[in-house]
């Protein structure tokens, strides 16, 4: 709600900015701020009383972007829109419920059979990989929580939540995950964000392909923590005995995966409060990174150009971790990846 405040930055700066100027603010442009206002304006537009003017809708979402964008504190925020900081606490989490229940059904949706075909289609003319559909990774984002710390304490020596994603060949996301505590196992998050047990209920339809006589079905990339799966895709553990087919396997596993660190460096890029720490309650960093992610493809998929001087410092994610034995592996994986093995070797 509105007292009033001095906030000419929003009414004389803003009405007059350029297309560059909207880009580098708020991440998008004009138009598909508007867009994102018109989606959104059913579910935040508030209405005036006899007591006090309500933040109309476009200054509501801008207040929000602002936040996700820079991360500034609440305050700086207020003085900068003109609000209280109460207002600028209630326009963010609105905001953020409002992208998670109108727009991440539309914007990540788990991919039907159509789109499954269509995404294999991408990896295998971009990376050479058939029948894959995605890569499984995850990055961690601080937070601070008001209890349980050592939980969430990782292994790069801070508090963090856990982001899983699945990416396309395109670099969009189209499962997303968050909450998971800092000091939780790759392959633990996996089983607990439903993924797991979504395609182990059968969601992959069972469109196979043979290859090198194997039939071989829908699969997803995974880094080493990841346990083998015929749906789960992991480069070989290089104990110095690894064949020049399986070195070039993973090679192509990697290659193919930097699709997902890429997107990954474009969502923090893009949403630095992501970068940041957050001292929010979990409950409300949890949507606002998913709501991020919703972000991400919206301006992917509007063709909102990514400026290289926004990209993240390099995060130091990637560390030893401790490996399933892949004599454990099903036997199914293992007959999956070797024909992947002999495929690529003739290809």
Known sequence: ?????????????????????????????????????????????????????????????????????????????????????????????????????????????????????????????????????????????????????????????????????????????????????GSMHDATVLHVSGLWDLIGQGLFPNDTRTIAGHDVGYYLLGNAAFPLQSWLMKPFSDTGQLTAEQRAFNRKIWRASCVAEQAFGRLKGRWRCLLKRNDSHIDLVKTMVLTCCVLHNLCETHGEQYSEEWDPPAAGEQILVAVPPEEDAEGAAVGVRDALVDYLSTD
């Not at 009033?4 to 998008?28: I, L």
């Not at 508030?46 to 972007?65: G, Q």
Request: hydrophobic share 45%; glycine share 6%.
């Open 1 to 181: 709600w509105v007292r009033q405040r001095a906030n000419d930055w929003w009414t004389v700066a803003v009405p007059n900015f350029t297309h560059e100027q909207w880009r580098q603010n708020f991440r998008m442009s004009e138009d598909t701020f508007l867009y994102l206002c018109h989606r959104l304006r059913t579910t935040m537009e508030k209405r005036d009383t006899n007591f006090r003017l309500c933040v109309p809708i476009k200054k509501r979402v801008a207040i929000a972007l602002w936040k996700l964008t820079t991360n500034s504190e609440l305050r700086l925020v207020a003085h900068l829109f003109g609000v209280g900081v109460t207002t600028v606490w209630r326009c963010i989490r609105e905001f953020c419920t409002a992208v998670n229940e109108v727009l991440l059904p539309e914007l990540i949706p788990f991919p039907n059979e159509d789109k499954l075909m269509e995404m294999a289609m991408t990896f295998e003319q971009r990376y050479g990989l058939p029948q894959c559909v995605g890569v499984v990774a995850g990055s961690h984002i601080p937070n601070v929580p008001m209890e349980y710390h050592a939980e969430y304490f990782n292994h790069m020596g801070w508090h963090s939540i856990i982001l899983q994603g699945v990416v396309d060949g395109s670099g969009l996301f189209w499962h997303v995950f968050a909450g998971s505590p």
